[in-house]
């Protein structure tokens, strides 16, 4: 059974650019989360996505999106990029959302740099 | 509000040692579930372990044990007789009933031959 596919594996862009990044889930989730890792904040929840909805947010600013398509795979966006986004972006897929009610099995995730 | 606290940075053993990973939570829900979870190198994070907040029972697996207890709201995490490819970053977790995890700040382990 294929993992959690995470695409691209590095990306490096420029200040002021925007990003997409990909995830496609483990063949039959249907939910999937994003999160941000960084040294200084450690990680954090961006966002949660069930059957094309978005379920949970995390205290992101707006420059963060993120959509779910019928096929459960999952994409997420950021905007106006700044020095800062820099970070490792982890998706999770579970069979159904909600945390700790199953397990959340993680992709090796997306390095994006900004420069 | 949730918190969770890795009050161990670093840590080094030798191969062989046992080592405790410590893991302090903080919630206001009596439903919440706890995970550890393991960190290579590669990025991913392996899951280890769930456990919800009414299981108590401590858990064994391989060399893995879990001693979870709700009067201290810890839930540590030993490893016995360690390997070198035990060597990664292991982060605890909580999660409210149908909520986010919210992780520690993950404790960095070194198994040195």
């Known amino acids: 059974k294929a993992g959690v596919t995470q695409t691209p594996r590095y990306l490096i862009k420029t200040r002021g650019q925007q990003v997409t990044l990909s995830c496609s889930p483990i063949s039959g989730h249907r939910s999937v989360s994003w999160y941000q890792q960084t040294p200084g904040q450690g990680l954090q929840f961006l966002f949660e996505y069930f059957s094309e909805t978005q379920r949970n947010k995390g205290n992101f600013p707006g420059r963060f999106s993120g959509r779910q398509f019928s096929n459960s795979r999952s994409e997420m966006n950021v905007s106006t990029l700044e020095l800062g986004d820099s970070a490792l972006y982890l998706c999770a897929s579970s069979l159904v959302p909600g945390g700790g009610n199953t397990e959340a099995f993680f992709g090796q995730g997306t390095r994006l740099t900004v420069v | 509000a949730q918190k969770v606290t890795q009050a161990q940075t670093e840590i080094s053993v030798v191969e062989k040692e046992d080592v405790t990973l410590d893991c302090v939570y903080e919630?206001?829900?009596?439903?919440?579930?706890l995970f550890w979870y393991k960190q290579p190198p590669s990025g991913e994070l392996v899951f280890l372990i769930r456990r919800n907040s009414f299981d108590e029972q401590n858990e064994i697996s391989g060399r893995y044990s879990w001693n979870f207890q709700k009067s201290t709201s810890s839930f540590n995490f030993t490893i016995t007789a360690s390997q070198v490819v035990d060597s990664a970053v292991y982060f605890c977790?909580?999660?409210?009933?149908?909520?986010?995890?919210?992780f520690g700040q993950g404790t960095e382990l070194s198994v040195k031959p």
């Open positions: 919630t206001r829900d009596t439903t919440y579930y």
């Open positions: 977790a909580l999660s409210e009933a149908g909520g986010k995890l919210i």
